[in-house]
Antibody, heavy 119, light 107 residues
Framework: EVQLVESGGGLVKPGGSLRLSCAAS????????MNWVRQAPGKGLEWVSS????????YYADSVKGRFTVSRDNGKNSLYLQMNSLRAEDTAVYYC????????????WGQGTLVTVSS | EIVMTQSPATLSVSPGERATLSCRAS??????LAWYQQKPGQAPRLLIY???TRATGIPARFSGSGSGTEFTLTISSLQSEDFAVYYC?????????FGGGTKVEIK
């Protein structure tokens, strides 16, 4: 059974930093692109970042480019999102999700971790 | 950036009735279109990919159609568990983008 478990969310002040983690199990992690998708309270879904299976290809939404860094450790079956210079508009539930390949959907999702940016 | 537009924003339907949800892309995404269902407090769940292929375990009452810029999700006979928010997403171009969602509520 595929399991994705996010952690690391919490309350942080504007300008602060936070590191999210996603622990994966039940599939061959090193064969999948991994992704972060967020959802602000009461709002829709927004793709944040993607990293290819071997970390060679990395993409970011313009809204987080230069502030967020995605990485992965295939030996630990883990995905990370380092978030710096956080803003109030980054407040959201952050989901990690798998993506089998190009032109593929997000087929498995974690339950999400809430990040709240507030003074 | 490809803009995805869903309509209507809210759809009121009685149980057992048919629901038709629309999704339009600002430029062609070929058949690289997915639909997700999200219930309150839960993560999204993949329903349809490749515009018309049901994901594993998705009931046959869910069907997708369309290509290019116009797509439709049809729920043939709404069950109580189908009342939720539905999102479309284009999987073809970076940045990956979602529609704003359609809430299917009980009439």
């Amino acid at each position: 059974e595929v399991q994705l478990v996010e952690s690391g969310g919490g309350l942080v002040k504007p300008g602060g930093s936070l590191r999210l983690s996603c622990a994966a199990s039940g599939f061959t992690f090193s064969s999948y692109s991994m992704n972060w998708v967020r959802q602000a309270p009461g709002k829709g879904l927004e793709w944040v970042s993607s990293i290819s299976d071997n970390s060679h290809y990395i993409y970011y939404a313009d809204s987080v480019k230069g502030r967020f860094t995605v990485s992965r450790d295939n030996g630990k079956n883990s995905l990370y999102l380092q978030m710096n210079s956080l803003r109030a508009e980054d407040t959201a539930v952050y989901y990690c999700a798998t993506k089998p390949g190009s032109n593929s959907p997000f087929d498995y999702w974690g339950q999400g971790t809430l990040v709240t940016v507030s003074s | 950036e490809i803009v995805m537009t869903q309509s209507p924003a809210t759809l009121s339907v009685s149980p057992g009735e048919r629901a038709t949800l629309s999704c339009r892309a600002s430029q062609s995404v070929s058949s690289s279109l997915a639909w997700y269902q999200q219930k309150p407090g839960q993560a999204p769940r993949l329903l349809i990919y490749g515009a018309s292929t049901r994901a594993t375990g998705i009931p046959a009452r869910f069907s997708g159609s369309g290509s290019g810029t116009e797509f439709t999700l049809t729920i043939s006979s709404l069950q109580s568990e189908d009342f939720a928010v539905y999102y479309c997403q284009q999987c073809n171009n970076w940045p990956l983008t979602f529609g704003g969602g359609t809430k299917v509520e009980i009439k």
